[in-house]
């Protein structure tokens, strides 16, 4: 398999270890990357909220680049860089008054050919048994709460490849590597990540409802596919515990990384070593359970 | 050639006042074939009517032209003007220049009088080929059908046999009663739903003039309004009801447990079972999908402890054929499966998410919890109660788009037994809009509001579990702020949808849908209980969604046209109907499919050429009863051969000349 790989702008900071993971996955699933040249801007969030021409030309610009790439499909990692290049292709294909406007900005060949689809949409495409053979070490009974967030999902009419109320591509994942995904609520509920900023009070009780949920429901670790999600669920368990008096200390990491752990990819090698909250605890205690 | 008489009508100022109606009959007078014309304020009134039946034997006119309102309102009126004029009723043709020319285009006088002449000239063209046309009669068979022996059903049927005529009653369910014996109470006034059905129940089992078919469905109906011929299946029911007592032995002894219909899954029944205690008939069948005897070929428990040996595991299926007159549509509804698209209500995983149907046998004295009102997941009372409307209903996202009616009732009456029989206990009801359009209906939901129900204007967003209880986030809209509500039980109202099958119903009886799939009524208004097949009527919740008081009043106005139907010996049909040319008809046959009221079908015909031998050949057939006239076989006979009476090809070549030309 080859993709043009639209890695977007986290995957290339503050997310790291989600590009890093999803390097390590793919070239032992034999699924080939190549970077599309001169990417930019998806457009997600400061784009399109302020204007709407802006945040569909900088997405259909990264499309037309990899059209010319020659490849049929963009694989992307990111939830949010995956739901504006989707969106702004639907867009491009229903609306011809954008359209035009949009290629007369963006000055490149686009015939909306080009295939978006996302990391998870993918690799749970991907043959059951074909993964299960890659597993090496298994997760043991870790019991993980798979997080799938607003973005990647809904609205089903753009996303289409998951049920919007009840995912389980993710949770079929990680049943593979030997874990247990949880039955739980707050799957698709929103983080609040966008208002992290603006008006951290949201963000916060957000972040508490969704981590309460999750070890209500039993979870050692709560993964998931979005770089937002990742790091405002991570990195702002300190202050949720500090504004709210709680002791919250849930591993939050990529799916991604989940899974090149039970194909036997070094800890290292996946970016483990830059998450807040340690990581490796609760898989050490997943694998001491079963032992 | 014909002598034509025109007359045009002010309808006051309706048409009058935008075209100049005597300027209209005098440019009449020059078409051909018109010998007289003339203008009138309302034709329709007794001195119009008069003043056309006098000209008629002035003129010598043989035909008649109105040029005044739509057919559809007064072509029979001035029908029956001509045969008091001493002329058959169909040469009348009526050019509408009022609805068609002076109501749409008031603001363009001037187009609207030479659109009107030219109305008048094309109905002159027609009119002056139109041929006498004569009504032929067909006998009525005395008996009815039934189909549905729900609550519609079983007043139709009381009320048709109370008339004097015979009935006959299929329901396919082992009893009859259909859902409104499940349910607890009613609305407004509280009474007990099974002790004002059940009596109704027993006296159609008792009815000298109607016969009952249990588990039973129609096959096949054939044959015309007056004139059917109707195929029931009965399907085996293992127990032969002539000897079995309904001792209740053997469902006591049935080892097999399934969960139960009737308690929409709250509860369980037997293999053999009768659905509920005053089922009728009160004798019970064997579920051969699930009685062990049947799967796994040992048990025979039932029939070893019937006292009268009725078990008879080798019983087949009986096909039953019957003459009737009328048929009555009584299928009832359905309840929109919520758990296949409100994700964000749990797709039906959470066990204490239960519908209104369920909580109807939840607080039944007769239900699985014997009017206990208990959570499903853990058997314990529910202190706090969220109901949510519209689940399904009013949602053009994921469910119909039709307002359901009976929910804010049931809803209402539910929060009230909430609050009646748990002491202390919070009841919020999640509302869009509250419609309590009915007689003593608005009051009966103050009453609920008063008693202490909190009803919350907006919609649910999602139910999340917080241990063993569920939390309902929604919106206020009336505050404008969000609201979280810990709830122990969930209540939604389902839409109310066709009953399942109702496609498949409406293809076996011929009649017509609408887009939700409820069965079509002959005319919104003023034929509510009739369907565009003679001799179908419709009632109940199969035509749209409708509360008990509605059903029955639909029920006895759908007996009352078949009691009337019934009661003549002889029908007079239209004769504008189609009619084959046998000498053209080439025998293709594509005109049978086309024909929505299956009237056409083959026949074979021995004719003598000049020169041939004697030969057999197939045609078409008309058949007088069943056909409506639409045409549809008029346009695609490739021969020529088929032509409607009242509309044949000469006649409409001669308008469209008449237009055209």
Known sequence: MRFSYYAGCSLHATAREFDLSTRALCSRLGIELAEIPDWSCCGATAAHSTSHLLGVALAVRNLALAEAQGRDDVLVPCAACYHRLVTAKKEMAENPRVREQVLKVVGHKFTGQVRVRSLL???????????????????????????????????????????????????????????????????????????????????????????????????????CACPLCQSNLDARQSHVNRAYGTSLKLPVMYFTQLLGLAFGIGERELGLDTLFVDPRPALAYGSAKKA | ??????????????????????????????????????????????????????????????????????????????????????LNAYLVEMANIREHCTWVHGAEKERAQQKAVDLVRRAVAKANRLEPLFESSIPVTKRCLIVGGGIAGIQAALDVADAGQEVLLVEREPTIGGNMVKLDKTFPTLDCSACISTPKMVAVANHPNIRLYTYAEVEKLTGYIGNFEVTIRQKARYV????????????????????????????????????????????????????????????RVCAKVCPTQAIDYGQEEKIFTERVGAVVVATGFGLFDWSRVYGEYGYGRYPDVITGLQFERLVNAAGPTGGKILRPSDGNIPRTVVFIKCVGSRDEAKGRNYCSRICCMYTAKHALQVLEKVPGARVYVFYMDVRAAGKGYEEFFQRAVREGAVYIRGRVSKIFRDGRRLVVRGVDTLLGRPVEVDADLVVLATAVEPAAGAAETARLLGVNTDRDGFFQEAHPKLRPVETHTGGVFLAGACQAPKDIP???????????????????????????????????????????????????????????????????????TVNAGLCQGCGACNAICRAGAIEVRGFTNEQLLAEVDALCL
């Open chain 1, 121 to 223: 949409e993918v690799l749970a495409a991907l043959d059951t048994e074909h993964l299960g053979s890659r597993v090496v070490r298994p997760l043991g009974d870790l019991r993980v709460a798979c997080y799938y967030g607003c973005l990647l999902v809904k609205p089903p009419a753009v996303t289409g490849f998951d049920d919007p109320e009840h995912p389980q591509s993710m949770d079929r994942l990680v049943r593979i590597t030997g874990a247990e995904p949880l039955d739980w609520d707050y799957k698709t509920e929103c983080c609040g990540a966008a208002l992290g900023v603006a008006n951290e009070q949201v963000a916060l009780k957000l972040v508490r409802d969704i981590l309460e949920a999750a070890l209500q429901a039993g979870a050692d670790c709560l993964v």
């Open chain 2, 1 to 86: 050639m014909a002598r034509t008489g025109v007359f045009v009508c002010w309808c006051g100022s309706n048409i009058g006042g935008v075209v100049d109606c005597a300027a209209i009959a005098a440019q009449a007078a020059t078409f051909p074939g018109v010998a007289y014309s003339v203008d009138y304020k309302y034709l329709c009134s007794e001195p119009g009517q008069n003043l056309i039946i006098q000209a008629v034997r002035e003129h010598r006119l043989d035909r008649v032209v109105v040029a005044a309102c739509s057919p559809r309102l007064h072509e029979e009126t001035f029908r029956k003007v001509l045969v008091r004029a001493g």
């Open chain 2, 240 to 299: 032969d009801h002539d000897r079995c007592t309904g001792c209740g032995t053997c469902w006591e002894k049935c080892p097999c447990k399934v969960p139960a219909e009737f308690d929409v899954g709250l509860g369980h029944r037997k293999a053999i079972y009768i659905p509920f205690p005053q089922a009728v008939p009160n004798k019970p069948v064997i579920d051969r999908e699930h009685c062990r005897y049947f799967t796994s070929g040992k048990c």
């Open chain 2, 550 to 620: 509605d059903t029955v009043a639909q029920a006895s106005g759908a007996a009352a046209k078949v009691v009337g139907l019934l009661s003549r010996d002889q029908l007079s049909t239209s004769p504008m109907i189609a009619r084959v040319n046998e000498v053209l008809c080439t025998g293709c046959f594509l005109c049978v499919p086309v024909c929505p009221y299956r009237a056409l079908a083959p026949k074979k015909i021995s004719e003598r050429l000049p020169g041939h031998p004697l030969r057999e050949r197939e045609v078409v």
